[in-house]
Structures are given as structure tokens and as C-alpha cells.
């Protein structure tokens, strides 16, 4: 059999992660559904430009994998609001339910609801789309996407960590490339030092935080705001 069909037969066999896409800007609604459906292994199974369509059909049981949602939203009585009103609504009906809020800018209040609250992740419509694919790809998985962008600014908006949890210029930027989503190798080649020296701050990191895994130190940096310096 020829190899390209086999994996071309393989490929057909994965099941797609299905997208489910609310943003009122038709425009973009649009050139990102086009982007995904032809994406492998992405289907888009519905498009909304309000919020109460989208909860209406989920409620009518429409199947999704991951939600995009647009922060910035209008209700079907034409005010405008937000998308974290339907983000809870979805979560009080699918407490499971994997979601992205997509938008171009959030109050840092806002962002701290989403993350921390909500359990949802973020991401920058200012983001190239190689990273949506993998955002929505890691959300799909169960873990949740923080934009770098986004995590900074969480950060740069109160510091409060003092005393023996305070942080060397070492592990400050080990940190900013964890929240950046650089590998160790990456950071590595930022600092000029081995990829097993960067195992050994991101240890020192780990025990100095608490934590046991990158996500749970880029969960830690967000909620006790640790000044990089």
C-alpha cells in the first residue's frame, strides 16, 4: 500500500477536536472558521455571533471539545456585555467545559476572574495563528493556555511577593520565559547557561513556590503577582 495514502487513511480516522466559535465580529467569525476547518483535525460544529444563540444551542445539546469565546460580546437585546457572563452560564451547565476567551485586550480584574475563577485560558487575538492551533490543541488535552501577554500583564499590575519568597535576576527570567511558553532549551539560549542549569532554577523555583509542575508556577506567579525583576 502506498505510505502517503496510510497516513492520509490515519489522518481521516483521528477524531477532529470540535470548535465551538461566539464572537459577534463577523468578520473575523468568519476568516477564523475558514482557517480552522481547514486546519487537520479541527471541525468548527457552530458559529455564533450572540451570546444567548450560543447558550441556546448548547442547552439544545450542541457537542463541543473547545469553546472560543470573545470577551467583548452582544446580547441578543443588543447591549453589550462580556464574555465571561456566558463563560459562567456554560460552566453551570458543562462544569467540564474546556474554554479559550479570545480577545484583544481585558481589565486585569477581569482576566484574574477568567483564569481563576473560571478555570479558562487566554488568548490574544494579537497572537499568530500557530498559536491558537496549539492553544486550542493543549486546551482540548485539559490544560489550560495563558497567553504570555497576558500573564505579564497580571504580573506587572500589583507585585507582592517579599521576603525569603523574593526572587534572584536568575529565576526572574527563568520564570518570564515559563510564562512566555519557552522551553527549557529556549531559556537556555536566552541566559547562555546549559539546559540542565535551567532545570536546576526551575527546581530552586519549585521549591521555593510550593509547586510541582510549570503549570502550577504559572498558576503560583498569577496569584501571588511575584515581581520579576
Not at 119 to 136: R, V
Not at 168 to 187: D, H
Request: proline residues 1%; contains cysteine.
Amino acid at each position: 500500500m502506498n505510505r502517503n495514502n496510510t497516513t492520509a487513511d490515519a489522518r481521516l480516522r483521528i477524531k477532529p477536536i470540535e470548535i465551538l466559535l461566539v464572537d459577534d465580529h463577523t468578520l473575523f467569525r468568519e476568516s477564523l472558521r475558514r482557517l480552522l476547518d481547514g486546519e487537520v483535525g479541527f471541525a468548527v460544529c457552530g458559529d455564533f455571533a450572540l451570546a444567548d444563540d450560543a447558550m441556546r444551542a448548547i442547552e439544545a445539546g450542541l457537542h463541543f471539545d473547545v469553546a472560543l469565546i470573545d470577551y467583548e460580546l452582544t446580547a441578543s437585546t443588543g447591549i453589550a456585555g462580556n464574555g465571561l457572563d456566558l463563560l459562567r452560564k456554560i460552566h453551570a451547565r458543562r462544569p467540564d467545559a474546556k474554554v479559550l476567551m479570545v480577545t484583544a485586550g481585558m481589565q486585569t480584574s477581569d482576566l484574574r476572574k477568567t483564569i481563576m475563577e473560571c478555570n479558562a485560558g487566554i488568548f490574544l487575538k494579537t497572537e499568530p495563528t500557530t498559536e491558537l492551533i496549539a492553544a486550542i490543541q493543549r486546551t482540548a488535552k485539559g490544560e489550560r493556555w495563558i497567553s504570555s501577554g497576558a500573564a505579564l500583564t497580571l504580573l506587572s499590575a500589583e507585585n507582592r511577593l517579599q521576603g525569603e519568597k523574593s526572587l534572584t535576576s536568575r529565576e526572574s527570567i527563568v520564570l518570564r520565559g515559563v510564562l512566555e511558553g519557552l522551553s527549557n532549551k529556549e531559556i537556555g539560549h536566552r541566559l547562555n547557561v546549559t539546559e540542565s542549569s535551567v532545570k536546576a532554577v526551575l527546581q530552586k523555583l519549585f521549591e521555593k513556590t510550593g509547586v510541582r509542575s510549570r503549570s502550577q508556577l504559572v498558576r503560583y506567579a498569577i496569584e501571588t503577582q511575584i515581581e520579576l525583576s
